[in-house]
């Protein structure tokens, strides 16, 4: 099977739109986007290949991703963990052990946003969400990759876990190889459609998904009544501009504040164009995941709806009514639980002395690692995250099953 052919720069990928408009309001951040749809990441991508096939490569692995040096590994092995080892000198890490306390102390809301804003606004790029169409994120076991993406916050949250050979370190390495691993086998498929998607797993798409851990989290957790202050949220971006560092974006897409941040999430939007089929169908496969997980217990049928439902309309509140219509989610009485939150804790958060606030600050954190700790446990039953290189491409865009 001959490989895809790459994308070629100057075009555009079909998948664009707006590009004048962008052009004209955001000047040359618009054309660097653009040009990056046309870039991966040659340090994992040259590792990957370098592991295809090799027996040794679980070995080297867990080597690499414990912050040693696989000596003898290839050279490309060597030089892609060699350069994760080396922080920018931006990286500032007390910072980022900082900024991670806000997970926890969102707790409830903070995995709610996670869910149905982070991961939803994610699907809902036609041209960034066929990776995960392809590689099978439609079939089987959503509960079981949900909790796996909660391993990987949580573990990006807790302190130390970015320090080189740091837990987060380690599985934010595996991920990137895995987007690799996903590239490789898309370049090799023939049905990689470079000139309406740009490159697979592609630059412009990594800063978009880092956005989403980053700044897009802040802003669903503030929608739900949690107070962030300026220095939390500027905090928590960073912690997350570094994970998004060790995933491969380049630093010139990293955005280094808040403000930035919003700019390059607007420019986006802008661009990418209203969800497709694809992302409705993802979308639909996460909202309904929780159906599995309850007969799986034994519980009734009315219950699993009402989860649904619940689910329904916290993305709704979350992502709003445009996007949700364009979605097709139903407007439950649950869209209304989320601005009613946000009340309450705005009016609670008013009464209390500075003194009661740092308190409650502490028993929401505290209670906050107790729901995460729950959740992946009740998440991953007992089976460890491995964040395991994928094999083979599991299925199809919804484009292309009528060719």
């Known amino acids: 099977m001959t490989a895809a052919p790459e994308l070629d720069a100057p075009r555009l990928p079909a998948r664009v739109v707006n590009a004048a408009e962008a052009r004209a309001r955001f000047g040359t951040e618009a054309d660097a986007l653009f040009a990056a749809l046309a870039r991966t990441d040659p340090l994992a991508d ?13 070995a080297w692995l867990a080597a690499g991703c414990a912050g040693d040096d ?20 931006w990286a500032d890490l007390p910072r980022a052990d ?9 707790g409830v809301a903070g995995g709610i946003t996670l869910g149905a804003k982070s991961l939803v606004a994610g699907y809902c790029s036609p041209g960034g969400n066929k990776p995960l169409v392809f590689s099978g994120a439609l079939e089987g076991q959503v509960q079981r990759r949900l909790a796996e993406t909660g391993r990987f916050v949580v573990a990006t949250c807790t302190p130390g876990g970015l320090h080189p050979g740091g837990e987060a370190w380690g599985i934010t390495l595996r991920v990137r190889l895995m987007h690799a691993q996903v590239r490789r086998l898309l370049r090799r498929s023939g049905r990689w459609d470079a000139a309406r998607w740009g490159a697979p797993i592609n630059q412009h798409d990594m800063a978009a998904t880092a956005l989403l851990f980053g700044v897009v989290f802040v802003e669903g957790v503030r929608q739900f009544g949690v107070p962030v202050s300026r220095a939390e949220a500027e905090d928590y ?10 995933m491969g974006v380049e630093e010139a897409l990293l955005p280094a504040d808040e403000a930035a941040c ?26 309904e995941s929780p159906r599995g997980t309850l007969q799986a217990k034994g519980s009734a049928e009315r219950l699993a709806d009402w989860h649904v439902a619940l689910g329904e309309g916290f993305c709704r509140a979350l ?7 364009a979605l097709g989610l139903p407007r439950t009485p649950a869209r209304f639980v989320v601005p009613t939150s946000r009340a309450i804790l705005r009016t609670a958060q008013k009464a209390l002395p500075r003194a009661a606030r740092a308190r409650a600050a502490a028993r929401f954190e505290a209670f906050g690692r107790r729901y ?6 009740m998440g991953l039953a007992g089976v ?4 395991r290189l994928p094999d083979a491409l599991r299925s199809r865009p919804s484009s292309l099953r009528a060719g």
């Open 46 to 58: 040259a590792c990957a290949e370098a592991l295809a096939g090799r027996p040794e490569a679980p």
């Open 70 to 89: 696989p000596e003898d590994a290839p050279s490309t092995v060597r030089a892609f963990f060699a350069a994760a080892r080396a922080l920018p000198a």
């Open 98 to 106: 900082r900024g991670g306390r806000l997970l926890f102390r969102a």
């Open 237 to 246: 971006v960073h912690l997350w501009r570094l994970s998004s560092w060790l």
């Open 262 to 287: 919003r700019r390059q999430a607007e420019l986006i939007e802008l661009t990418q164009g209203p969800p497709d089929e694809d992302a409705r169908r993802l979308v639909r496969a996460l909202l």
């Open 319 to 325: 992502v709003g009514d445009a996007r949700a219509d």
């Open 372 to 377: 995460w700790a729950r959740n992946l446990e």
């Open 384 to 387: 460890p995250a491995a964040f």
